[in-house]
């Protein structure tokens, strides 16, 4: 999750992010969605022996798999272009 720099309403965001992360929550939203959680935590007592997903290796954080992507930040070069790219793609919705 991320806050713009433009949001209206960073300090609700922080809570509303906080809230999500918190163990009680986040675990929840695991047991009912499915989804890994970004709280380490929770990641490690679902998985864990006798947790939720004791043994789905979708909750095992893997290294080294050559297909795998990692994102980062865009170059500020970047920007403008992805930018207008994206006005393009929601412009033809």
């Known amino acids: 999750m991320v806050i713009p ?8 965001a922080n809570l509303f992010i906080n809230y999500i992360l918190d163990y009680e929550n ?8 499915g989804y ?9 007592d679902l998985s864990s022996p006798g947790g939720l997903y004791e043994g789905n290796v979708a909750y ?19 920007r403008d ?7 393009k793609v929601k412009l033809h919705e």
Do not use: C, F
């Not at 720099?5 to 609700?12: I, L, R, T, V």
């Open 36 to 44: 890994a959680s970004v709280n380490a935590k929770v990641l490690e």
């Open 81 to 87: 272009t992805y930018s207008t790219m994206w006005m």
């Open 5 to 12: 720099a433009n949001a209206g309403n960073p300090e609700m």
């Open 60 to 78: 095992i954080p893997r290294s080294g798999y050559e297909l795998d992507e990692v994102y980062y930040d865009i170059p500020d070069s970047l």
């Open 26 to 33: 986040s675990k929840q939203i695991s047991e009912t969605v």
